[in-house]
């Protein structure tokens, strides 16, 4: 049975539990990315993964492959000849951008990329990567009577595992620095802010 997510309104606060709701807002933030690396069809699954192009963004969807909160750290994988391995060795520099539409919640999400070819950050990745296309594997081997075509990663990097091409594989690992939350509901919008580092500080923004 395929998971499913829960739309959820975030609740109404006053001003005197606004740093109560912030730490509410961070941790609803984490649990939306860890949900897009557990559930296939979350919103957080495939985000838009902005870099630096010869002086100019430019945007792709990539899918989520590990989060993990405590190293504030967002894993995502390419082909290691890609344009996005090119552009983060320039730039580290980027952005993510999640809308989640059941949450009503808009992420973006600032960070520091690092490229990881052949280490054991990659050689990590590169198991997980596998994992993950035996599991998909299976579950299109047992869906082939009610589905004649098999669904394809956006970030289609799980053609690599099948052909076993490890020396084309990169993991690329995005630190996070910051994270810009917003909801977007009937009753107008609230955003927030959070700078990650050794301690995570969180403040209201105007709309």
Not at 28 to 46: E, K, M, P, Y
Not at 55 to 64: A, D, E, F, K, Q
Not at 89 to 109: E, K, T
Not at 177 to 187: D, P
């Amino acid at each position: 049975m395929l998971d499913t997510i829960e739309s959820r309104s975030l609740p109404m606060c006053s001003v005197d539990d606004d740093a109560a709701f912030l730490d509410y807002v961070l941790d609803d933030v984490w649990d939306i990315l860890a949900q897009g690396v557990r559930v296939r069809f979350a919103a957080a699954h495939t985000p838009t993964l902005a870099t630096v192009r010869q002086g100019l963004p430019t945007v792709r969807t990539v899918v989520l492959r590990a989060v993990s909160r405590a190293g504030a750290l967002v894993f995502v994988h390419a082909d290691r000849r890609s344009g996005k391995v090119r552009e983060l060795g320039a730039q580290p520099a980027c952005s993510l951008h999640i809308f989640d539409a059941g949450r009503r919640v808009q992420l973006r999400i600032e960070a520091q990329a690092s490229i990881h070819l052949d280490d054991d950050i990659a050689d990590a990745e590169w198991q997980r990567l596998r994992a993950q296309h035996r599991a998909q594997q299976r579950r299109a081997v047992a869906a082939i009577d009610a589905q004649t075509t098999p669904d394809v990663a956006i970030d289609d990097v799980d053609g690599l595992a099948e052909a076993d091409r490890r020396d084309d594989f990169a993991a690329i690992a995005l630190h996070v620095t910051a994270i810009e939350w917003q909801h977007i509901g009937s009753r107008g919008q609230r955003r927030a802010r959070f700078e990650i580092g050794e301690t995570t500080q969180g403040c209201w923004l105007d709309c």
